[in-house]
């Protein structure tokens, strides 16, 4: 298994995996604790419009889909809802929606528009170049910096959500505009290696799958950070040596580290209500 790593292409593959890993699961205990994991879908997939609607106008991606980003997150920081008929998600899920169709759009008037798509869902991690893994890891690094330094504005901004105070946040709020800033800046980077599904999966499914093993906050974050490198480094190797496609196999272990995880969470509860008896 070693000897697999030490070819250059498959460990770029796995560094640029494992970075995005970390910062994306702690962001995602954020977004699982607020009930909005749409919002990296639709986040990404309006990065990925960016890039779409740069190809076809034949212009770099790269600072388009940074200002379609930044422009959505700006918009999706705004999202209040008041009205006890209707979810956040579904406003977000609306706006994803659109953005998909928009980018298939886009996509079908270009050369290779059936390889694009599969490129925009999952990504190409075995053709990340070390340029790209230096940018992301140091933009990563600030991201992160920031969220530990005001790590307590975050976290009791997330809280607030989840007692669902929403009421006290008020029309527009610099810390919410900071969050959605933060996951906007992580995604729009992290899909153009990652591919959307691939970048959802870290966000979503190792807070989800650290929730179901512990209650105690500090050991959430960690507990979901270390599922994510587990997840990137048997997911590459899956990859590698049985010939799959890096970001369908990284999705693919996520998940079955969360079956693992539910499989604990039920055992557990199992023993209590037998020790209760």
Do not use: C
């Not at 770099?60 to 008041?82: K, Y």
């Not at 906050?217 to 979901?224: N, S, T």
């Amino acid at each position: 298994m070693s000897d697999m790593f030490t070819q250059e292409f498959i460990f770029s593959a796995l560094k640029v995996s494992i970075i995005m890993g970390l910062l994306l699961s702690y962001l995602g205990v954020h977004v699982v604790g607020r009930g909005i994991v749409f919002v990296d879908l639709a986040l990404g997939q309006i990065s990925m419009l960016g890039v779409a609607f740069a190809n076809y106008l034949e212009k770099d991606p790269t600072v388009i889909a940074i200002v379609f980003t930044m422009v959505g997150a700006f918009i999706l920081s705004f999202i209040n809802v008041r009205d006890k008929r209707l979810k956040q998600e579904a406003i977000i899920g609306i706006v994803y929606a659109v953005a998909s169709a928009a980018t298939v759009l886009l996509i079908s008037k270009a050369p290779h528009g059936e390889s694009d798509i599969s490129e925009v869902l999952f990504g190409s991690l075995f053709t990340v170049t070390s340029t790209q893994i230096a940018v992301m890891a140091a933009a990563f690094g600030v991201i992160g910096a920031v969220h530990i330094i005001f790590r307590k504005k975050f976290f009791a901004l997330t809280e607030m959500f989840e007692n669902q105070r929403v009421e006290n946040i008020g029309v527009f709020n610099l810390w919410n505009f900071l969050f959605y800033l933060s996951i906007g800046l992580a995604i729009v980077l992290a899909v153009r290696a990652g591919g959307v599904i691939p970048v959802f999966s870290y966000i979503v499914v190792p807070p989800v799958a650290a929730i179901l093993l512990t209650r105690k906050k500090g050991g959430l974050v960690l507990i979901a950070m270390l599922i994510s490198v587990l997840g990137s480094f048997f997911g590459i190797y899956f990859s590698t040596h049985f010939d799959f496609p890096a970001g369908s196999s990284v999705v693919t272990i996520l998940g079955v580290i969360f079956l693992l995880a539910a499989l604990v969470r039920l055992l557990r509860g199992r023993e209590k209500e037998i020790s209760s008896q």
